[in-house]
Each structure stands twice: as C-alpha cells, then as structure tokens.
C-alpha cells in the first residue's frame, strides 16, 4: 500500500512537472532582464551596504536632489529648487507639487524631516549617520543624548530648512546618494520591519514581486514626478544568477538584457562579439597596496615604500591581467572626481630607480629586510595580481609571502591586526567612496583616525589640508586643496595606486539612452531610457 | 521493526546535538566578523558595535553557544544576518525543496541507467560491450562535475540550443511548492546522475558477476529457467543490497546540495544558499543549514537500514 502512495504521489509531482510551460509566468514577459549575482541584502537606504543593494534603492526611492545620468552633477528631485545661504551652512529645499509615495500619499516637508532623523537613529539600526553628520546637533541626536535635531526643520508643508554645523560644499552630493532617500513613516515605523520585504518609497519604479532567491521584480510608478518617456521600460526583472560565466551564456541565448561582471578570460572575445551591446566606463574606484605605517619595516621608511612603489608593473597588470578594462593609476583621487590629478601621467615602474632606493633605505639588493607579508581577498584576478607583484618585488630582492583569504577573513586580518605583533605589510585594497567627493574618498581612508585608515597612516599636514578643504566653500580653493592632498600622499609614498576600475557591460542595442554612472551599474537611469522595437 | 526504527530515531538526537555543536565551535573559530562583512570596510565603530549587540555577538562564548541551543530546543533557527528580515526556516525550506527535486531527479536517472548498464556489463562479461561500459564508467567517475555541468550547457543549451542554459523554471504548484520546469532539470540532474551512474554500474557488474558465481544459480536454471530469468530473478535480486545502500548514500549526499552543479546551473538549492551564507558569515543559516542536512542526511541513512533489513532480517541486529 505504501509503495502503491508512493508510486502515486510520484507519479503527481513528475506529471505536474512535465506538463509544466517553461516561461509561463517568468519574468521573461517583463521589458528589461537584469542579471543580478545575488539577491539584495537591504532594500532599505539607510541600510544598504552593497552594490547589489543599491541599484533597487536608487530605482525604489527619490530623495530631494539626485545624479543627473552619467555624471556627478546634482539636479533637483523631489525638492524643485533651493537655496544656500552666504555662509554655507543653511540649505532651504523646496518641494515640488505632487509628489507621493508608491502608497498614493502626497510627500510633505515633514516625511523629510522624518526620514533624515530616521538616517541618524540607532534603533531604526541606521548605517548612514556619517553621511548625514554634517548636520547641526547630529552628534548628540546619534548618541541619544537628545531627541532634538536642530539640524533639519519643516518651516512650511513644502519647506525644508537643513542647517550645519560647519559649511561642506559636498553636502547636496550625500543627499543625492541613498542616505538622502525619503520614505514614509507610517511605512517605516513599524517595528515588524515588513518594509524590508515590500519597500514603498517614491522613487519611478515600485516594488512589484519577488520570487526567493530567483528573482525580484520592479514596476514602473505610473504617479512619479518624472513622465516616462513613450517607450519607456515598464519593469525590470533582476534575475539572480550567480555565475559570470552561466550569465554569459543566458546573454548570448537572448534571456537577459543587461549584465556586467564579464567572464575572466573572455572580454576581447565578447568585446568583437557583442559590439554593439558593449559599453564601458570609468568608475570612481581604486584598486591600491596599502602599507602597514604602525609597524614593520614599512613604518617611517619612506625610501623603502618608494622602492616598492617603482619596482610594481602597474601597466603589465592593467595591460595582461586586468585585460586593458581598468586604467593604470598614477595618483590617487580617480578622473573624474575633483582634485584628480592629470590622466595618462607616466608610471612610476622603474626597476633601477627602485634598486638605488634600496640602497638607500638600508637593504642593498633586499638583504636585511625581513619577509614581507602581502594580505588580500582571493577573488581569481586578485591572486594572479599577488604574483605578478612577488615577481616584481623579487626582482629587487624582496621576498614577499602571499596571504590570500576568503573576504570575511581578509577583512577580519585588515581590521583587527595588531600593531605591535607580526602584522601584514602590505594589503591590497579596493576603495569607493560612499558619496563621490574627495573628502570621503582620501578622509576615510588617510586621515588620523579614519575608519578606512587600515594602515594607521598619520600625518599631520594632510590632515590639516582634509580639514580645510572640507569646509571650503570657493570650489577652486578647495579643488586645489585636494590636489595638493593627493601630492601629498604620493609624495610620501603613503599608498600605491595600481589601477582605477572600469566597468564593462552588455545591454541590447534595442535599448537606447544609456548613460553609465561612474558610481557603478547601481546608479544607471532605467526609468530615462527606451526600448525602440 | 518498531523497535529498530525507535532506537535508531533516538540515536540522532545525540548525533544532531554533535553536529550542532561542532558546527558552532567551527564558526565561532573561523576568522570574519558578520557585521563588519555586512557593514562594508569603512563603517563606523558605533554601528558596528550596534550590529554586534543586535546579534548578541558581543556575548562571551558560552552564553552565545547556551543561547544557541536554547533556540535550537525550541526549534528556533532566527532570522538571516544577511536577508535581513527573512527567517532562517523558510530561506533553508525554499532551497531544500528545490535541491530535493534535482537530487530525487539524479537518483532516479543514476538508478536507472547504473542498474542498466552494470546489469548489460556482467551479462557480457568480458566482451567489447563490457569492456566499453567500463570504459564509459570510469570516464563518468573521473570527470569533474563543474567541467562536465559546463560542457553539457555548452553543448545542449549554448550550441544546439535544446534546453535552458540555467535556472529553475516554471513547473506547477502542488500545496505552495513550485515545482522545477522538466527542461530545466535536465541537464543538472543529468550532470549529477553520470558520476552515480557510472559509480552504480561498476558496483552492479561486480555484484553480478558473485551472485552469479553462487550454487543456486545452476540450480535455478536446472528448474527450467533461461541464462536471463536467473540473472534478473535471482541474481539481480540478491545484489540489490549495495546497489540500495550506494544509492540511498547518494541521494542523501545530493541532499546536502550539489553546490559545483547549482553553480554551474544557477539552480537555488540549499548547496548555493549555504555556500553563499559561509561566505558573509550568516552565521543563522550556516547553523540552521548544517543541522538540517544532518538531519536529512540521518534520516535517508534510516530509510536505507530499514530497506536493507526488510531485504535481510539478519541486519535488524
């Protein structure tokens, strides 16, 4: 009897799949197919930590200003205009009419108010009270020492006044990033965090379906502020394919419309390919070797960095290894951000300059210096990175031992390393800026004290020009401070730069007006573009 | 039989304590901080710290491991760090059900075809037939299965363009379970019947080739029945206990999810899930994970003793 059920039920579960329709009710129907590596973590702004995360926030939500396409220029968005202040410290936004949630609800000066408090509150578990700092009494309202926030006031149902501490001419560029996102309270409030699985915020898609770990859909907000072009893309389906290679495939069989993340070997091969489905652009990353300034023989040794820095390929590596995507880096702030220095300056790669440095600092020919510990995440393109610069360092008689781990280890290993014990020498690093400006960019990570600072790099002088610049309002001023800043650190050897990240993608040439960020995938303008057949 | 089956049932709660505890010590040692995985390189010290509160990681050890085993009493397995807000259940009973059509799918074709070809081998014992299956299966075993996932979606999916080239489909719904779409089950569970396959035919070909060798085959023929009704009657009947025991062992280790196959395919079972949960340190479903597929893993293990001793009373023990 029990093998007859079995039978039974067998037969039920194989008939059930046979007589299934593959496509039936896909994701397949929807205008654009986005290939994903994985599902999201956070769809909420103010605690998305990943790329993955934020290419359905920046969709999700609006805030009061935003990127216009392509650039880093800051345009209105829910708030129409604005006003600063002489000084730089107070921003009055005004709201546009008509604006509302994916709910329906009109958006008032009160749901900003709200919704900054919330970006600097601990119990709403806020990963963004750095971004928003900059706001008067954002100290003490982060510390819950006081439910007061001077620093942001409703002066009327569509006015927002936000007042500073001190001036900071970014300030408009953190409210374009996913910190400044509106959301409604009635939604947001609730302590069962239902919003984590049905986000509502304002922005031109709203939250349509998702499948677990197979897919989530975004539907176009047919009430957004912004009118749809005529042949706009409707919905965006993320399908989560984890495997660069597997998405390849899907793209060449015509199931997705847009990936990046290429297959490693394949990018000249698929560049003839798909030529017309090709783009690529820069992006406001940098990939570094990061030196341990607390201990070792790293430490207060400029010379010896310095001949490390010359006996490094950085054309071989962004040449052979990186398959010409990426750019060979001679300075630290990327193109494109202010304060960069100028593109296509020679390398620094000099193998006999690198070998009279070694004299210099003490170790002729490597001999004296103790092994060199080279830490990085053991992604496949970072491990034939580690060789090429053993190799490299080899050849000035400097012995390096490769430590590769997995990102939670490597992270652990980068954060926690003792000071006084055997540390890492050397780390290689990749670095975005959170909100794209050098004063998050180089502060983070070489300012006394920087929670990116891993290296504990401390000089002075550096950190007294971060400081100016940073509240400088004369953008010429300020652009020159960084650029000294950026001399500075290059100078000093603090760091070496080995390439600024591009980014290739595929899209089908059906779809047109694509403009590519150099913040990353994350932040392309679906809702601008079109599909023309 | 009621007695075997209480007492096996009761020697898995130790077992599981084990696994759940030495799954804790594991990833208590293992290097990576969960929040600063998902906080990114630069967060701030204060979110960190409230992160780490929020999980209880800033606990000393042994009130985490009393907390974890409290939950896990109350069958308590709490929400993923990393999807946040989804429960640990329901991220492991999504990924379960999925790897379970694939791995039933394998079996089923790794039964078929290994009882096939091993019973063709041992008939043609020593003749070009045998020899070509041997040959067969032992490539079968040898190929690595990401390599052979790859060429099977190469060749069927990318060139001749006869079936998906990944993904789970879109099967029908039997009580809130979708089921996979029969195209896109092909090729992995194809990709994981060949190893089991191979493997089961060698072990087929040899049980036959001794039963064969036995007294009551002569005699069994001597009773009037042909070469081919004594090899599939008697014969084949008395070898089925390793076949059922590699096979059992085989489905309980697909189980466990077939993590090269369900990357290869984009298949999202449970191998893909924990995989992707070791990697951020999602501590919760990692936890969950290993206790579930031990569980399972005992549970097949069961299944098989209990097959095996209503084949052969004298195993009851």
Redesign the interface.
């Known amino acids: 009897m029990v093998v007859k059920k079995t039978l039974g039920l067998a037969l ?2 194989l008939g ?11 994701p397949v129907d929807v205008a654009l197919r986005y290939r994903m590596p ?2 999201p ?2 769809l ?1 702004p103010i ?1 998305a ?2 790329n993955n995360s934020l290419a359905y926030i920046y969709l999700l939500f609006d805030g009061l200003v935003e990127f216009a396409p392509g650039t880093l220029d800051v345009r209105p968005a829910l708030a129409e205009s604005w006003d600063i202040s002489p000084d730089g410290r107070t921003y009055t936004f005004h709201l546009r009419d008509g604006i509302r949630f994916h709910n329906g609800r009109p958006i008032t000066a009160d749901d900003v108010v709200y919704s900054i408090r919330r970006g600097l509150s ?1 119990s709403a ?3 963004k ?2 971004f928003l700092a900059p706001l008067l009494g954002s100290a003490r309202f ?1 510390n819950e020492a006081t439910t007061e926030l001077p620093g942001i006031v409703a002066s009327g149902p569509k006015t927002v006044v936000m007042s500073l501490e001190q001036p900071y001419t970014p300030f408009l560029t953190v409210l374009a990033s996913e910190a400044g996102s509106i959301v409604p309270e009635e939604i947001y409030s609730d302590p069962s ?2 919003y ?2 049905n986000p509502v915020g304002s922005g031109p898609y709203r939250f349509d379906s998702r499948e ?3 897919s989530i859909t975004l539907g176009r907000f047919v009430q957004h502020w912004k009118k749809a072009p005529v042949h706009g893309i409707d919905k965006i389906s993320f ?5 660069s ?2 998405a390849m ?2 793209y ?2 015509g ?1 997705i419309d847009f990936t990046y993340e290429l297959p490693p070997g394949q990018r000249a091969t698929i560049q003839k390919e798909l030529a017309n489905d090709f783009h690529h652009n820069r992006q406001l990353w940098l990939c570094s070797l990061g030196f341990n300034h607390a201990s070792g023989p790293f430490r207060l040794n400029r010379t010896l960095r310095r001949a490390v820095a010359h006996a490094i390929d950085t054309d071989f590596i962004v040449r052979q290894l990186q398959e010409g995507k990426d750019q060979a880096a001679t300075n630290v702030i990327p193109p494109g951000m202010i304060g960069s220095g100028e593109a296509g300056s020679p390398s620094l790669y000099d193998p006999e300059e690198a070998r009279r440095l070694m004299v210099e600092a003490g170790y002729p020919g490597g001999k004296g210096l103790p092994e060199i510990v080279y830490l990085s995440n053991e992604t496949q393109g970072f491990v034939r990175i580690a060789e090429r610069i053993r190799t490299n360092l080899s050849d000035i008689g400097i012995d390096m031992r490769v430590k590769m ?5 490597y ?5 926690t390393q003792d000071p006084a014990g055997p540390a890492t020498s050397l780390y290689r ?1 990749t ?1 975005f800026a ?1 909100w794209p400006d050098p004063d998050n960019f180089l502060g ?2 070489f300012m006394t004290g ?3 600072n891993f290296g504990r790099y401390s000089n002075p002088e550096l950190d007294a020009l971060m400081k100016r610049a940073g509240h400088e309002i004369d953008p010429t001023s300020r652009e020159n401070l960084y650029r000294q800043a950026d001399s500075l650190l290059m100078d000093d050897a603090a760091l070496i730069p080995i390439y600024w990240y591009g980014q290739d993608l595929l899209l089908r040439p059906e779809y047109s007006g694509l403009r590519p960020s150099p913040l990353g995938a994350f932040a392309i303008a679906w809702e601008e573009m079109e599909k023309s057949k | 039989m009621t007695r075997f089956i209480a007492r096996r049932i009761l020697w898995m709660v130790p077992v599981l304590w084990i696994a759940a505890t030495l799954v804790w010590i594991f990833m208590f040692m293992i290097p990576g901080d969960p929040a600063r995985i998902l906080s990114g390189l630069s967060a701030d010290p204060d979110v960190l710290a409230s992160v780490r509160a929020e999980w209880g990681l800033d606990q000393p050890a042994p009130v985490r491991y009393g907390r974890f085993l409290w939950k896990l009493i109350h069958l308590d397995l709490g929400t993923s760090y990393v999807q946040q807000g989804r429960p640990v259940v329901e991220i492991l009973a999504a990924g379960f059900m999925r790897t379970f059509f694939l791995a039933a799918a394998a079996t089923l074709l790794a039964g078929l075809g290994g009882l096939l070809l091993g019973a063709i081998a041992a008939a043609r014992r020593g003749r070009f037939l045998d020899t070509t299956i041997r040959t067969l299966t032992t490539a079968g075993i040898a190929l690595p299965t990401f390599w052979l996932g790859l060429i099977l979606m190469l060749v069927f999916a990318s060139r001749l363009q006869w079936l998906p080239v990944s993904g789970y489909g879109n099967g029908a719904s039997i009580l809130g379970v979708r089921l996979p779409g029969l195209t896109h089950l092909i090729l992995p569970s194809l990709t994981l019947a060949i190893f089991s396959a191979s493997y089961l035919a060698r072990v087929t070909r040899a049980s036959l080739i001794e039963e064969t060798s036995q007294e009551y085959i002569p005699a069994a023929r001597a009773r009037g029945n042909s070469k081919h009704a004594a090899l599939i009657k008697h014969a084949l009947a008395n070898s089925m206990l390793p076949v059922i025991t590699l096979l059992g062992l085989n489905f309980g280790g697909l189980l466990g999810g077939a993590i090269a196959t369900e990357t290869v395919f984009n298949w999202p079972g449970v191998g893909l899930a924990m995989l992707s949960a070791l990697k951020s340190r999602d501590l919760p479903v990692v936890e969950g994970g290993a206790i579930l597929l031990t569980a399972v893993f005992l549970l097949v293990n069961l299944a098989v003793d209990i097959s095996y001793a209503m084949l052969d009373p004298r195993t009851r023990g």
């Open positions: 039920i579960i059930a799949i046979a007589c299934s329709t593959p496509g039936d009710r896909s994985a599902p973590p956070a909420d605690r930590q990943d601990k578990k806020s990963q009270h750095d982060w965090e239902a984590l699985r677990p770990d197979i399908l989560f394919i984890r495997d290679s597997t495939e899907e060449r069989r199931n781990m997995d990102f939670g280890a992270l652990h290993e980068l954060t690093l670095w959170d983070s990570q920087g929670g990116g």
